[in-house]
């Protein structure tokens, strides 16, 4: 991956400036500016909001998202460079999949792409649709693992893990990151873990006609008065128990919409592969079900069988029979007549109720989820940076009366010192080569101190 590493001060003031004020002829492609980090740790969350799955040790920070979107993003993480995270679990559609099962390194997957809105406020800490993963750090690296997502299992030919993190190590992209994020160019799988979980972590949806209804509400079980007669028909619906309702809302709790820790199954019990599988009690939070226009992200249930919205009421609508493991809630009341011997939950919803569930379930669709830079690709079309503008200082000192400019680097790798009078070129430079604790450091003459300065690492060719 070819990387060119900038960063720029002013001489006379000492102030970083933005990559926008590059040269163009130097400032063609992707860049990743760590001057003006974009907002992950301090974005707007509902008051009602209160479930939170962060641990304490990993709190979501601007450096560390920054670093886990590169990751998530980039398709150097897979065995053969084809695949990201970003490849199954895409922003355009609420960071799922519209395929029903999705493409890895060596086939497809055995269940469908759990979508990854607001996958941090739930009460659940535990992922995956069996739920193998006890934490969201855990979970982000077990795809990379999988011989069939992104190929670096240690079976079935493929290398192991440690393959994966002498990889990156030797980027020097990740040396200059993994230094802005954590004070050492060193990978490991708890780093790659912790930035990852805090990326997927700020990736939150509360910009919904169901949000901006709750803010003006009374109270939750209120009409809301931007939504139409049939939307709150169906959040009383969803709201309200088996009987005048439907009950949705006991395992999907608004308003994160998150699913009960305490949920077995659903009934949906048929695998990709083939078979049965009764081990998927784990779902996303339901908003983004859908795109502003209805149409569904991709198919629902982990085995992607229902392909709208309708298709998924019909089936909590009527449980087709009782299985191990389903939900004690779903089982329904005892035999009623004229009710299948062994079957489910019997909700007997009319037509015009159905669609009043679907109408309420299209008021969780947000706005910015699909569309805010900090959740896009920071790479262009070929998966490369053409540079990062770190951060820097430029101090006057006391006693010599020089302009010192300092900025982090990665011990012993050698910079350029560029500078440009008006922004309009910049000279070749002068080599400068970070010390033993990575910082950078040059004293510029008293008479040289009008003009800008850049730091610039350049890979070999």
């Given at each position: 991956m070819k990387v060119l590493t900038t960063l720029f001060v002013t001489g006379v003031l000492g102030l970083s400036l933005s990559a926008q004020e590059v040269d163009p002829g130097t400032a063609s492609g992707a860049i990743l500016d760590l001057t003006k980090l974009l907002s992950y740790a301090d974005q707007r969350v509902p008051g009602g909001i209160n479930r939170d799955n962060t641990p304490l040790n990993n709190p979501i920070t601007d450096a560390g998202a920054t670093l886990g979107r590169v990751l998530f993003y980039d398709r150097s993480l897979s065995r053969n460079g084809s695949i990201s995270c970003a490849s199954c679990h895409q922003q355009e559609h609420a960071f799922g999949d519209p395929a029903r099962a999705s493409t890895g390194v060596a086939g497809t997957t055995g269940r469908h792409s759990m979508r990854l809105v607001n996958a941090r406020f739930s009460t659940e800490r535990r992922f995956f649709w069996d739920e193998r993963a006890p934490s969201l750090e855990a979970q982000t690296t077990e795809p990379i693992q999988d011989h069939i997502e992104m190929g670096f299992s240690g079976g079935d030919g493929d290398p192991d893990f440690s393959a994966l993190v002498s990889r990156i190590a030797k980027l020097e992209l990740y040396q200059v990151l993994f230094t802005a994020v954590y004070g050492s160019p060193e990978v490991t799988e708890v780093r790659l873990q912790r930035a990852l979980a805090q990326f997927v972590r700020s990736i939150q949806s509360f910009d919904s006609k169901y949000d901006e209804g709750l803010s003006s509400a009374p109270n939750p079980n209120a009409n809301f008065v931007n939504f139409t007669a049939q939307e709150n028909l169906g959040k009383r619906l969803f709201t309200d128990p088996p009987g005048p309702g439907a009950g949705c809302a006991?395992?999907?709790?608004?308003?994160?919409?998150?699913?009960?820790?305490?949920?077995g199954h659903n009934g949906v019990i048929?695998?990709?592969?083939?078979?049965?599988?009764?081990?998927?009690?784990?779902?996303?939070?339901?908003?983004?079900?859908?795109?502003?226009?209805?149409?569904?992200?991709?198919?629902?249930?982990?085995?992607?069988?229902?392909?709208?919205?309708?298709?998924?009421?019909?089936?909590?609508?009527?449980?087709?029979?009782?299985?191990?493991?389903?939900?004690?809630?779903?089982?329904?009341?005892?035999?009623?007549?004229?009710?299948?011997?062994?079957?489910?939950?019997?909700?007997?919803?009319?037509?015009?109720?159905?669609?009043?569930?679907?109408?309420?379930?299209?008021?969780?669709?947000?706005?910015?989820?699909?569309?805010?830079?900090?959740?896009?690709?920071?790479?262009d079309a070929k998966n490369q940076l053409s540079f990062v503008v770190l951060p820097a200082t430029a101090k006057v000192d006391a006693g010599s009366g020089r302009l010192v400019l300092r900025a982090r680097g990665v011990p012993r790798v050698t910079y350029l010192l560029r500078s440009s009078t008006e922004l309009g070129g910049w000279n070749e430079g002068i080599e400068i080569t970070a010390n033993a604790d990575g910082e950078l450091i040059h004293e510029l003459a008293e008479g040289s101190r009008r003009g800008f300065f850049s730091f610039v690492y350049r890979p070999a060719e």
């Open positions: 006991i395992c999907h709790r608004p308003p994160t919409f998150d699913i009960d820790p305490n949920s048929a695998s990709l592969g083939g078979g049965t599988d009764l081990t998927n009690t784990r779902a996303p939070s339901l908003r983004d079900l859908v795109d502003r226009n209805g149409v569904p992200h991709g198919p629902f249930m982990h085995d992607g069988s229902k392909s709208t919205l309708l298709e998924v009421i019909n089936h909590y609508n009527a449980i087709p029979g009782i299985t191990p493991g389903l939900d004690p809630r779903l089982a329904g009341p005892p035999p009623r007549p004229g009710t299948p011997p062994g079957a489910g939950q019997r909700l007997n919803l009319s037509e015009a109720e159905k669609e009043a569930l679907v109408a309420f379930l299209g008021t969780l669709t947000g706005k910015s989820i699909y569309t805010d830079e900090k959740w896009s690709s920071p790479f």
